[in-house]
């Protein structure tokens, strides 16, 4: 019995310092490489897309960049459809993926995920001067543009509103400009950067959820020392100010909660 134990226990610590040794390599591969290998959709605006001089830009491109350099290595993208982006982990076709990954604890069972680096929250959108709806509970017997098949819709019906069904955001907001809708319910990082774009717009926030929705840097599991100075890394580009210049960049306000 005594060395049934003995050897149920080796074995034991044999596979947690073998996943140290494989953690520790993952970070000090990265750092021999130089060069930090993330996934990202690349059609993806204003997170991950390119712009016209055909460079790949975006929110977490740039977010990609300084956590790399804050390694003390450079960023190097591989871009893929969303279908296959996060199995491309398992293939090692890259390191890491950064493209607005919600952190769920289905993916939390087999990846392993930074701290959140931006949060999203649902927010209700109405037209300039209107006075009716101030409340997610406003919505009751009023119409709101949503795609039909969207968590935005069933929120929207929950609180009694008719739906009006559209395509995506950018219908949704026109047909709240014309008045064919009184409102939408839409995550607030699209709003921004419908702002950003046409700050002229006349729509306007009126509520904002107290859930959010959060995504982080998702890579395999099994490497606590990458996790740690990534999470290191999203940490110190809060301190110096890099994630506000990038958030201002495309969001014109900090999204990072």
């Known amino acids: 019995m005594k060395n049934f134990l003995a050897l149920a226990?080796?074995?034991?610590?044999?596979?947690s310092a073998a996943s140290g040794a494989l953690a520790e390599d993952e970070l000090s591969k990265i750092k021999s490489a130089g060069t930090l290998r993330i996934g990202t959709e690349g059609t993806y605006p204003p997170f991950t897309y390119h712009d016209g001089k055909n460079e790949l830009v975006g929110?977490?491109?740039?977010?990609?960049?300084?956590?790399?350099?804050?390694?003390?290595?450079?960023?190097?993208?591989?871009?893929?459809?969303?279908?296959?982006?996060?199995?491309?982990?398992?293939?090692?076709?890259?390191?890491?993926?950064i493209n607005q990954v919600g952190i769920t604890d289905a993916r939390k069972a087999k990846y392993d995920f930074s701290e959140p680096y931006i949060a999203s929250k649902a927010v209700l959108i109405v037209k300039d001067g209107n006075a009716d709806i101030k409340s997610f509970a406003d919505l009751k017997g009023k119409k709101s543009a949503q795609?039909?098949?969207?968590?935005?819709?069933?929120?929207?019906?929950?609180?009694?509103?008719?739906?009006?069904?559209?395509?995506?955001?950018?219908?949704?907001?026109?047909?709240?400009?014309?008045?064919?809708?009184?409102?939408?319910?839409?995550?607030?990082l699209s709003f921004l950067d419908f702002k950003k774009k046409k700050p002229d717009a006349p729509v306007k926030i009126v509520a904002t959820s107290d859930n959010a929705d959060v995504s982080g840097v998702i890579f395999r599991k099994g490497n606590p020392e990458l996790k740690a100075a990534i999470d290191k890394a999203l940490v110190d580009i809060k301190a110096d100010g890099t994630y506000e210049k990038i958030s201002q960049t495309y969001f014109g306000a900090n999204v990072s909660n």
């Open 9 to 15: 226990f080796a074995a034991v610590f044999g596979l």
């Open 59 to 97: 929110f977490d491109v740039e977010i990609g960049k300084a956590v790399a350099a804050k390694l003390g290595v450079k960023a190097e993208f591989f871009e893929g459809k969303w279908d296959g982006l996060i199995a491309g982990l398992d293939a090692n076709r890259y390191d890491a993926v």
């Open 147 to 188: 795609s039909l098949t969207s968590n935005f819709a069933k929120l929207a019906t929950d609180n009694g509103a008719e739906l009006v069904g559209t395509d995506g955001f950018d219908q949704s907001i026109q047909l709240v400009l014309q008045g064919r809708a009184d409102a939408t319910l839409n995550d607030n």
